[in-house]
């Protein structure tokens, strides 16, 4: 989960969501302090750990109980943002944080002596465990980005409870072409439902899709719906020119204006703010374009995988080349669910190459892939007749990608924070390429 205003200010139990100033609370359970690194480097101000940290730089408060202190956290940051905040709960287990930015950039640009309350979004993945500070949690609307039905167990608990405490007339937007539980959730609230997405079906969706240096379409309300407060939202179409790439960034922008628009805003202003919000870094980010076409995304869960995949499929190339980071594989379910959506994507993408690495070069922490894990990618990808390289080092696997394409071709790269080194590799190669021409 991430509580996080738009100065800046808040808590996380993610180190990949720390800004300079936020309040870091290590939940990871594992005596592995990349994570309190990575928040320190991204600038926390103060991190809490159960365990002992003998780096003095750290600015490391030990206790007994980091669950205690984050709800002791959020209590005093609701508490002091309760009476001039609502909060929005964005629900899902994908890669939320380009909607939330999206979100930040609709709220701090309005300029209406109506609106006298913040609007603070917060992020919360229902696949994780630690969801039990979300009870006293009341959400002012909340937004279900992807497959988190309501019905699904969030820490040991139902997702439509966390929910349930939405005043009576409050909005859950939803992503009509992930979500197929409406009816179990409307037995649970009493709240109104507004869909989003490419399905025809739903109230906000998008036409005339294209996809080039940027991606364009028409935002498009199909039916009528009632704002927070009361006003009518009447059908209506809008041009929207996105500087991301990608169907999820469609998704985000889809879901961040139907919100924005529930709030009041005026379309206009979200319009302005939507075009001008420049995607973050490794988020289905053009990292070269020259004949061929690198793209790093961040790739941290199947589901973000999943969206990788299908942003891809949206694009115009002529072969791709996959290098795909293994090295975050821990359990032996996720090697065979990432194996098996691989092979899935594979021929329909015109995949060339599939070239998995274990990103040795990256963290001393990370290891060669262990053998019972390469027997599965090697079991499924032979059932399926793809071939595969396999290296130890990034550095080695991006060396031969960019080996692999010819002009017009497409190279992606997949991977969490252990691939975040991946934009200088490219550049360092591309660059040692021309030398020698």
């Known amino acids: 989960m991430n509580v996080d205003s738009h100065e800046g200010i808040g808590v996380t139990a993610d180190p990949q969501k720390v800004k300079p100033g936020m309040i870091y609370v290590d939940l990871s359970c594992r005596r592995n302090r990349r994570r309190i690194y990575e928040a320190y ?48 709960g964005v629900f899902g287990e994908s890669d939320k944080s380009i909607l939330v930015e999206m979100l930040q950039s609709i709220f701090s640009r309005r300029d209406d002596s109506r609106f006298i309350m913040d609007i603070i979004p917060i992020t919360i993945n229902t696949n994780e465990n630690n969801l039990f500070y979300l009870d006293s949690i009341n959400f002012d609307s909340a937004i279900m980005t992807d497959r988190c039905t309501l019905g699904k167990c969030c820490g040991n608990k139902p997702a439509a409870d966390f929910i ?8 859950v ?33 998008a036409s005339s ?8 379409f ?40 139907t919100c924005g628009l529930y709030y009041d805003l005026d379309i206009s202003d979200i319009k302005e703010s939507i075009e001008s919000y420049k995607g973050s870094a490794r988020h289905f980010q053009k990292i070269y374009e020259n004949g061929f076409t690198v793209i790093d995304n961040y790739c ?14 949206i694009l115009s190339y002529e072969n791709l080349v996959l290098v795909i980071s293994v090295s975050q594989d821990v359990n032996m379910h996720f090697h065979e669910e990432k194996a098996g959506l691989i092979a899935e994507w594979v021929r329909i993408l015109k995949c060339k190459e599939v070239i998995l690495t274990s990103c040795m070069d990256g963290d001393s922490h990370f290891e060669a892939l262990p053998l019972k894990s390469m027997r599965i990618y090697k079991k499924v990808f032979r059932e399926n007749d793809i071939s595969f390289r396999y290296y130890h080092l990034l550095h080695h696997a991006i060396e031969k990608g960019l080996s692999l394409v010819n002009r017009n071709d497409l190279l992606v790269l997949l991977g969490s924070e ?20």
């Open 164 to 171: 349930y405490g939405l005043t009576d007339g409050r909005a």
């Open 173 to 205: 937007i939803m992503n009509n072409d992930e979500y197929h539980d409406k009816k179990a959730a409307e037995n649970f609230t009493k709240t109104g439902f507004i869909t989003y997405g490419l399905n025809k079906k739903a109230v906000a969706t």
């Open 41 to 88: 480097e991204k600038g926390a101000y103060m991190i809490f750990t159960p365990y002992n940290i003998s780096d003095p730089a750290l600015p490391v408060i030990k206790v007994e109980s980091p669950r205690d202190t984050l709800c002791m956290l959020f209590e005093k940051f609701f508490e002091k943002q309760k009476r001039n905040a609502k909060l929005i």
């Open 218 to 257: 028409n935002y498009c309300i199909q039916r009528r719906f009632l704002s927070g407060s009361g006003a009518m939202i009447e059908p209506f179409e809008i041009p929207v020119r996105l500087k991301a790439l990608g169907s999820h960034s469609i998704y985000n922008a889809l879901a961040a204006i």
């Open 418 to 437: 252990e691939m975040d080194a991946a934009g200088r590799i490219v550049n360092k190669l591309l660059g040692a390429m021309k030398k020698k021409n």
């Open 209 to 216: 899709i294209d996809v080039d240096e940027i991606t364009c």
């Open 300 to 313: 941290n869960s199947a589901y973000d995988y999943t969206a990788a995949f299908d942003s891809i499929q």
